[in-house]
Structure formats: C-alpha cells, structure tokens
C-alpha cells in the first residue's frame, strides 16, 4: 500500500491519514488528525452513559400520542384476524 514520490501510484488508507489506531503510524502514511483519541473518548463516554441510564432521555426519543397507540393496535388485532 505504501511507495514514495517516484511511485505512479499509490493508495492511501483513511484510518491511518486520520490517526484511527492510536501508536501505529504507518510510514507511508502522513498523519493529518488523531481521531482516534477523540473517538475512543466519545465511545467511553457513550458507553457510560448508557450504562448509568443518563442516556438516551426523552429529548433522543420519539413519543407516540396514547390514542395513537390504541389505533394502531387495534389495526393489527384487526390484521391478525383477518
């Protein structure tokens, strides 16, 4: 994957442009960002918060009106029958 600047081509993977895996830097490759960092803090911070229930709340949900909800499950009892 790698070549240098007398190479007619050359091919270039993303995750290691933008610093996905940490220590691995490959040589060929010139490291523009250190996502990876930022990545792994954003997924630990999900994963937390999931974990001790302060996400999602009812501001990442959809919500169904009660009578909505009767409609509908009237309309698959009435499906199910049929």
């Not at 990442?60 to 409609?71: D, N, Q």
């Amino acid at each position: 994957i790698g070549a240098g600047v007398d190479c007619d081509g050359q091919v270039l993977v993303l995750h290691d442009v933008l610093g996905l895996y940490g220590e691995f830097k490959p040589k060929f490759a010139k490291r523009y960002a250190d996502i990876g960092a930022a990545v792994t803090s954003a997924l630990r911070d999900f994963d937390r918060e999931v974990r001790e229930g302060s996400f999602p709340t009812d501001e990442h949900s959809f919500t169904m009106k009660e009578s909505e909800l009767l409609s509908l499950q009237r309309s698959l009892a009435q499906q199910k029958a049929s």
